[in-house]
């Protein structure tokens, strides 16, 4: 006898490639056990090298897409990805708080092909946008524009006032792969790289948000799924020298 999966939502952009995006979040969250449904946010016009440019989706079709799907499906957790700004996410979590128990969102700044999305961070307007996300997933360069702290690590702290924040340590040269979650309550966890030889992929933290993601609707509290997501995102840096993963658990 089959069991239901639980739902799991992706709000985020459309990449060709499968390496990032929904498409990225939806294999992430099948390979977790859980069933993805997705919004598009923005339709890019990308391979895993080089990004050309998005065409925005416009809020109230954004919305349009949340709608249809809310009227039939329960999400406990949703993860947001690209968004073309402040003001649209502002607007989505609005509409989501409702609907939605958890938000899981992914601050992406820049494409790793070098694409700026976000060149000015409006704090005020962070700040109440934070209020109402349950983690939040920064690399270390995001955390320090989104703070204009220059201490990765500090910058965590500082938003972790507001939300869980669950640090990415792949660009921090001191201490590569080592991940840190900061909670509201003012905890800190460690998380140290376990497997050796992974190479760079397009998309690695679309997967992990997604994989944490994933797991929280699986039952598992936050220390744990955060682990457990680390632990699906470096079996997927290390599955193939390509910068397009293989999802597998």
């Not at 440019?53 to 993860?79: C, G, H, M, T």
């Not at 958890?102 to 209020?131: C, M, N, R, V, Y």
């Amino acid at each position: 006898m089959s069991t239901q999966r639980p739902y799991v939502l992706s709000i985020a952009g459309f990449d060709p490639s499968g390496g990032a995006g929904i498409l990225a979040d939806v294999k992430t969250f099948e390979a977790n056990k859980v069933y993805g449904m997705s919004v598009m946010t923005g339709n890019t016009f990308q391979n895993e090298s080089e990004f050309e440019s998005v065409d925005w989706i416009p809020r109230e079709k954004i919305i349009k897409q949340l709608e249809i799907l809310n009227k039939k499906y329960k999400f406990e957790f949703a993860k947001v990805g690209l968004v073309e700004s402040l003001e649209t996410l502002s607007t989505l979590v609005s509409h989501l708080k409702s609907h939605i128990s958890s938000l899981i969102w992914d601050p992406i700044l820049e494409a790793s092909a070098g694409f700026e999305f976000h060149k000015t961070i409006e704090k005020e307007k962070l700040k109440s946008i934070l209020q109402h996300i349950y983690l939040l997933t920064p690399n270390t360069e995001e955390a320090i524009a989104l703070t204009g702290i220059n201490d990765p690590m500090k910058a965590a702290e500082e938003l972790s006032k507001h939300c869980n924040v669950y640090l990415k340590g792949g660009h921090n040269e001191k201490n590569k792969g080592k991940d840190f979650l900061y909670t509201t309550e003012g905890k800190q966890f460690s998380f140290n790289p376990k497997l050796k030889n992974t190479f760079s992929k397009h998309g690695s933290g679309c997967v992990l948000s997604s994989a944490i993601a994933a797991n929280l609707a699986n039952g598992y509290k936050l220390n744990k799924a955060c682990l457990r997501g680390k632990q699906y995102t470096e079996r997927f840096l290390t599955s193939n020298k390509s910068l397009l993963g293989n999802h597998k658990l």
